[in-house]
T-cell receptor, first 115, second 114 residues
C-alpha cells in the first residue's frame, strides 16, 4: 500500500512568487492534515480536511495560504505571494478514523526555501 | 491551549548508552500521547503511543509511560544504536478540545556515535 506522498520534495522560489505543494493521502483516508516546521522549531498544525471539507483551518497563518482538496482525494497548498518567513518544511498527514486511537501517517515533507 | 515541551537538544551519545528524552505536556482535556521519529531523509513515523494514564507504549526497544500526575511522557531506551540517530518529536492530541490534530514539541536531535 502506498503511503502519503508529497510533491515536490524541495522547492526554492523568490519572494513574491507563487508555489503550490501537493499531497496524496493514503487511499481511503478521509482525514488530511497540513503541518509546517519553521526554522527547526516545533511542527505546527495548519489545517484539517475531512473529505473535501475544511474541518479546522485555525492554524493557517494568513490569507496568502490557500488549501484545497478537490473531490476529497489529493490536496494542494498554495502560497501566494511567498514571503521569506514561509520557508520551512511542510508536512502532510492522513488518517482513516477520528478517535484517540487513530494513527496519522505522514509524508516525507516538502522543504520550501524562499529567497 | 495545549502545549508540549521537550528537553533541549541536540543529544549526542555513544553506542549502547542509555537514552532519556524528557517530554511534558499541558492539555485541557485528556490527551493521547505520541512519540514520532524522523530519520534522515524520511518523513515522520509513529514510534509509540499511549492513550490513557499509566499506559506504556513500546516499540523498537523504546518505551514511554503516560504519567498523568506529572503530565509527562519521557522516552527511554536502554541501549542506543547508531541507527537510532534521528529527530524525535513528542506530541499529543486532545480530541475533546482540539479535535484530532497533533500538537508537537520542538523535536530533539539524537546522534549516536559508534
Amino acid at each position: 500500500e502506498a503511503g502519503v506522498t508529497q510533491f515536490p520534495s524541495h522547492s526554492v522560489i523568490e519572494k513574491g512568487q507563487t508555489v503550490t505543494l501537493r499531497c496524496d493521502p493514503i487511499s481511503g483516508h478521509d482525514n488530511l492534515y497540513w503541518y509546517r516546521r519553521v526554522m527547526g522549531k516545533e511542527i505546527k498544525f495548519l489545517l484539517h480536511f475531512v473529505k473535501e471539507s475544511k474541518q479546522d483551518e485555525s492554524g493557517m497563518p494568513n490569507n496568502r495560504f490557500l488549501a484545497e482538496r478537490t473531490g476529497g482525494t489529493y490536496s494542494t497548498l498554495k502560497v501566494q505571494p511567498a514571503e521569506l518567513e514561509d520557508s520551512g518544511v511542510y508536512f502532510c498527514a492522513s488518517s482513516q478514523a477520528h478517535s484517540r486511537y487513530t494513527e496519522a501517517f505522514f509524508g516525507q515533507g516538502t522543504r520550501l526555501t524562499v529567497v | 491551549g495545549d502545549s508540549v515541551t521537550q528537553m533541549e537538544g541536540p543529544v549526542t551519545l555513544s553506542e549502547e548508552a542509555f537514552l532519556t528524552i524528557n517530554c511534558t505536556y499541558t492539555a485541557t482535556g485528556y490527551p493521547s500521547l505520541f512519540w514520532y521519529v524522523q530519520y534522515p531523509g524520511e518523513g515522520l513515523q509513529l514510534l509509540l503511543k499511549a492513550t490513557k494514564a499509566d499506559d506504556k507504549g513500546s516499540n523498537k526497544g523504546f518505551e514511554a509511560t503516560y504519567r498523568k500526575e506529572t503530565t509527562s511522557f519521557h522516552l527511554e531506551k536502554g541501549s542506543v544504536q547508531v541507527s537510532d540517530s534521528a529527530v524525535y518529536f513528542c506530541a499529543l492530541s486532545d480530541l475533546e478540545t482540539s479535535g484530532s490534530r497533533l500538537t508537537f514539541g520542538e523535536g530533539t536531535q539524537l546522534t549516536v556515535n559508534p
